[in-house]
């Protein structure tokens, strides 16, 4: 398993920080009776650090090119799957599909065809949890429009929620994108 680099910092701050804190606990709790809850308090720290690492990871992937595909962008669970009039860009309807990651999932995102990035467009906003109904349109998002060599346009958002509430892309309009590449964290 690798770390993605968008982990590199928080991990390595979190670590020392847990380390800080066990270093606290085990002065204070030097003596025979308080055993117990020195190793209960061991055993959280690591889980906890161990979670900060996992939700970094990043998997080995096959990656597959079907031009008649459109991929996924992240891991997750389908949770709506309905036809929306798009106003930001595009202005149509279109079939949108939702995907909610949990906190165990790869936090990675790819990009689901491939073409030319046509239109990207970073939206400050808030962190309301994911089951919010204005989630989707007041968090902080990006909105990226793929063009496929079809002519085709795919258009797809990263929105941040009330844990994962930092959004990284590497989305430059008119940068040519491989289906499957990563897109942002």
């Known amino acids: 398993m690798r770390i993605n680099k968008e982990g590199y910092k928080i991990i390595g701050v979190s670590g020392v920080v847990c380390l800080l804190i066990w270093w606290v606990f085990y002065r204070l709790l030097e003596s025979d009776a308080s055993v117990v809850l020195l190793w209960s308090g061991t055993v959280f720290l690591l889980l906890f650090w161990f979670f900060i690492v996992a939700f970094f990871r990043e998997p080995r992937r096959v990656r597959i090119h079907d031009a ?13 799957t309905e036809n929306v009039q798009e ?15 949990s906190i165990t999932n790869i936090h990675m995102n790819w990009v689901p065809v491939g073409g030319v990035v ?12 994911a089951w919010h109904p204005k ?13 496929m060599p079809s002519g085709q346009q795919i258009l797809f958002r990263q929105i ?26």
């Not at 046509?118 to 949890?129: S, T």
């Open 68 to 80: 008649d595909l459109v991929f996924a962008p992240c891991d997750g669970r389908v949770v709506v």
């Open 87 to 101: 106003t930001e860009y595009l202005g149509r309807e279109m079939l949108q599909i939702s995907i909610f990651m």
């Open 118 to 129: 046509e239109y990207f467009k970073y939206h400050p906003g808030r962190f309301l949890v």
């Open 135 to 147: 989630s989707s349109t007041e968090n902080e998002r990006t909105t990226t429009v793929v063009r």
């Open 160 to 185: 941040a929620g009330l844990i994962a509430r930092r959004i990284i892309s590497y989305m430059k309009v008119g940068h040519a994108v491989e289906q499957n590449s990563v897109c942002g964290f």
